[in-house]
């Protein structure tokens, strides 16, 4: 499985733990990224990440981040192709520029889940179509735990 984490997932075990959600989110990240360095799937890199990590104002944290995102393997470069999918997606729906860039270079990477805590973005990408599953990491847990399809 090829499974394309955004920036919120690589900076959701730093965020408050004592949420419940939070946590259950971040045990599930770390989880992931476990699966990923044990070769049991593929954890995918990105141009879009590499930047959006980048832009993080607090270098404690964005350290914290970029070690954690250090496990992730296929990179993405940025294409031409990403960026015309990008504009695409954002001329068909309220996507915000960096989700796009996600997206496509999920798409472009042929994951099969783009991960996210973002429910808004999770609510948008359900209403268009796209080649990859944009899904929050609780819900990829119960399909990998319980079985089920990603499509």
């Not at 980048?54 to 992730?72: C, F, T």
């Not at 695409?88 to 099969?112: C, G, L, P, V």
């Amino acid at each position: 499985m090829r499974i394309y984490l955004d920036c919120c997932c690589y900076n959701r075990p730093f965020d408050d733990l004592t949420q419940e959600r939070i946590r259950i989110e971040s045990e599930t990240i770390m989880w992931v990224l476990k699966e990923g360095q044990s070769g049991n799937c593929e954890i995918i890199a990105s141009a879009a990440l590499s930047s959006e990590i980048s832009r993080i104002s607090n270098i404690e944290r964005q350290q914290n981040v970029m070690r954690l995102y250090q496990i992730a393997g296929n990179y993405v470069n940025f294409t031409e192709n990403i960026k015309r999918r990008a504009e695409k997606i954002r001329s068909i729906s309220r996507i915000q520029t960096f989700d796009s860039y996600h997206i496509a270079s999920a798409e472009e990477a042929n994951a099969d889940v783009l991960l996210t805590t973002d429910d808004k973005l999770v609510r948008m990408a359900a209403r268009i179509k796209l080649s990859v599953k944009v899904m929050n990491p609780l819900q990829f847990l119960s399909k990998a735990m319980y079985g089920g399809d990603f499509e």
